[in-house]
């Protein structure tokens, strides 16, 4: 993975965190846990986006940062997609982590987070209606 992409995993994952520690928005994060599929995940990054804009902040990921991050080609997301996510999601749990804030929400991340086998893509069950 090119060192400009880690970089920019390790800025968004960093602001997410911020997010979620300034709004205790646990459904950002399970949201971002359950995004399985491509255009769920864009429209969760653009939804949370809108919001901190109408605070008068800074978007949650800018457009290059989502191209660098996510897309391959023009309309086409990378193969690894979900790797990416995954490494945001590693790095917010490590930041988060590190804030204490899983022992004021130890309700955060969802139950069966911890109780996944690790599967192949087939055996994965997608879960189609993001947390509400």
Do not use: C
């Amino acid at each position: 993975m090119e060192k400009e992409r880690i970089e920019t995993i390790r800025v968004v994952a960093d602001r997410i965190a911020g997010e979620i520690l300034s709004q205790n928005d646990k459904k950002l994060l399970q949201n971002l846990w359950w995004s399985s599929r491509y255009d769920h995940l864009r429209a969760l990054l653009i939804r949370a986006g809108v919001r901190r804009a109408e605070r008068g902040q800074q978007p949650l990921i800018g457009f290059e940062e989502f191209v660098t991050v996510f897309e391959h080609e023009e309309d086409v997301e990378r193969p690894d997609w979900r790797l990416a996510r995954d490494l945001v999601l590693i790095r917010i749990i490590e930041q988060l982590h590190q804030k204490g804030w899983f022992q004021q929400h130890p309700d955060a991340l969802p139950k069966e987070a911890t109780q996944l086998p690790i599967l192949d893509e087939s055996d994965i069950r997608v879960k189609e209606e993001l947390v509400g």
